[in-house]
C-alpha cells in the first residue's frame, strides 16, 4: 500500500514538474523557468551563440506525458565534458527543438 502511494506521488510530481517548466526562446539565447516549488524555481539561460544545434529523446514516461527531454550540442566542451547541455521533460519538445536549430542558425 505504502509503495504505491509512494509511486502514484512520484508520478504527480514529474508531471506537475513538466507542467510548470516554461520556455522562452529569444534572440539572445532560450530562457526557461522550472520547479514545482517555490525553493526550486529559477530562470535558467543557454545562450544562442554558444550552441550548434538541438536535439529531443522520448522515452516512456515523455510518451504517456507527451513531453520530451531536449540537447543541445555545444561549440565548445565548457558547458560539460560532453559538449551537450540538456533541458528536463519538455511539453511540446519537438516545437521547440524546431524553433532552437532555427535560433541556432542565425549564428552559425
Not at 534572440?27 to 522550472?34: N, P, Q, S, T, V
Not at 527531454?69 to 561549440?75: E, G, I, M, N
Request: hydrophobic share 45%; aromatic share 20%.
Amino acid at each position: 500500500m505504502l509503495v504505491n502511494l509512494v509511486g502514484l506521488a512520484y508520478i504527480a510530481y514529474h508531471i506537475a514538474y513538466v507542467l510548470r517548466i516554461k520556455v522562452i526562446v529569444e534572440d539572445d539565447g532560450i530562457w526557461f523557468y522550472r520547479g514545482v516549488f517555490p525553493w526550486q524555481g529559477g530562470w535558467y539561460m543557454f545562450p544562442a551563440d554558444q550552441f550548434v544545434s538541438a536535439y529531443f529523446i522520448n522515452d516512456f514516461f515523455g510518451y504517456i506525458t507527451k513531453s520530451y527531454k531536449v540537447f543541445f550540442h555545444s561549440k565548445r566542451h565548457d558547458v560539460s565534458q560532453t559538449g551537450l547541455a540538456s533541458l528536463p521533460r519538455i511539453k511540446d519538445g519537438k516545437e521547440l527543438v524546431t524553433d532552437c536549430d532555427n535560433l541556432f542558425n542565425k549564428f552559425n
